[in-house]
């Protein structure tokens, strides 16, 4: 669990008995993580070539969802293959040692915290787009996403890290305030985005009322939202995949470890790997482009 930390107490294991009972929650979450990692590796893969193909797409629009992409590649290449390592181990009945366990946190924090930096970002930079509107291509500039990208590295870095300086209740506690906080943005993000597009519509319907529509700005207007809406879209399966594994983490800090919050703890793992899967689906059902490109790709 993620309070398996060296030197805790052995609380924290699993006992015997624990792993004999769970055996068959091992053997299903070992056969869906390990195809998951296969389809999370490859999928988005090739996503990133594509994206980075696609001349239709503007510089800023493309790294963002590209540093997503690397973050989904790097679960299937490092966390992915150590969880499942964890769960044979835990079929055999023995106890992880304690450097796979330090590894498995570290990696798991690492690219879980950059995923949902990297919604965050994507989610604002839509809201940015949308407000601004105008004002949005001399305000943010390729070189400040880029900027911004390195910055949430460094930061899930350092987050992940801190165990290693003895810290994981600090950093279990600053991941739930940035946890906390990112969800609050997003919302308060999304429903601004809501009115704004709904305003832009209304003043759109009024000019072809009025037969003076500039046809430009209406096609710009509609790449806009159909952008809006995809990201949106990342948003929302981000959010369904990783919401049990913070609430279970939430109910153990709170209730304490049972075997059946352990068993509900291994599916919320897997759920949450499972996200990194999803997204080249939604990129492919959502962006034409980008969709004929993979099918070619493939």
């Known amino acids: 669990m993620d309070e398996l930390y060296c030197g805790e107490s052995s609380q924290y294991l699993f006992t015997y008995a624990e792993l004999k009972g769970l055996s068959s929650t091992f053997v299903a979450n070992c056969i869906f993580n390990n195809f998951f990692t296969y389809t999370s590796i490859m999928l988005n893969i090739v996503t990133i070539y594509t994206i980075c193909k696609t001349s239709a797409m503007a510089k800023t629009l493309k790294t963002l969802p590209l540093s997503l992409a690397c973050s989904d590649v790097a679960v299937g290449l490092f966390s992915q293959p150590i969880y ?3 769960l044979v181990k835990w079929l055999q009945l023995d106890n992880l040692n304690c450097n796979t366990y330090l590894v498995l946190n570290i990696s798991r924090y690492l690219f879980s915290t950059a995923s949902f930096l990297g919604v965050l970002a994507v989610s604002v930079d839509r809201f940015l787009a949308v407000h601004l509107h105008l004002r949005y291509e001399e305000l943010v500039t390729h070189k400040r996403v880029v900027v911004v ?5 460094v930061c899930s870095a350092f987050i992940s890290l801190m ?3 003895g810290l994981p209740s600090t950093r279990d506690l600053l991941c739930t305030l940035i946890a906390a906080l990112g969800f609050i943005i997003t919302f308060v993000v999304y429903i601004r985005i809501y009115f ?3 305003r832009h519509k209304n003043q759109i319907h009024s000019t072809l009322v009025q ?3 500039h046809s430009d700005e209406i096609k710009n207007f509609i790449v806009l939202i159909k952008s809006t809406v995809r990201i949106f879209y990342v948003y929302l399966v ?7 594994f913070l609430i279970c983490l939430a109910v153990i800090r709170i209730c304490g470890l049972s075997i059946a919050l352990k068993q509900f703890y291994l599916y919320s793992v897997a759920l949450m790997y499972l996200n990194s899967s999803l997204n080249p689906f939604i990129y492919c059902w959502k962006m034409r482009d980008v969709r004929h490109a993979i099918m070619d790709v493939l």
């Open 84 to 86: 499942t390592f964890s």
């Open 211 to 213: 037969e003076v529509a």
């Open 149 to 153: 990208m390195i910055s949430k590295w």
């Open 163 to 165: 165990i290693l300086w």
């Open 238 to 244: 981000f959010m369904i995949c990783y919401l049990p």
């Open 196 to 198: 704004t597009v709904r």
